[in-house]
């Protein structure tokens, strides 16, 4: 066999399995892409879930004039009985 034409099946040979390996590479790449495309609608999902419903500003300033008037109460309660 002439040294051209074992050169041209050597590189032949070397084409085909570096294009095969590539291949395998890309399709990898591919599958973590698709799964880190998945765990990022995962993420996003929980992000909501845990978010959930905020409190509002009439319910929180509900609450904060029952806490206030109860302190107030016990003021008072406390302001009496410090005066016996």
Do not use: C, H
Not at 55 to 60: G, P, W
């Amino acid at each position: 066999m002439e040294p051209q034409a074992a050169f041209n099946v050597v590189t032949g040979i070397a084409g085909f399995l570096g294009g095969w390996w590539l291949k395998v590479l890309w399709s990898e790449v591919k599958g973590l892409q698709q799964t880190d495309k998945d765990l990022a609608e995962k993420v996003a999902s929980i992000e909501v879930l845990v978010a959930g419903r905020y409190i509002t500003r009439d319910e929180f300033t509900t609450v904060a004039n029952t806490i206030f008037a109860k302190l107030d109460n016990i003021r008072d309660t406390l302001s009496m009985k410090a005066d016996r």
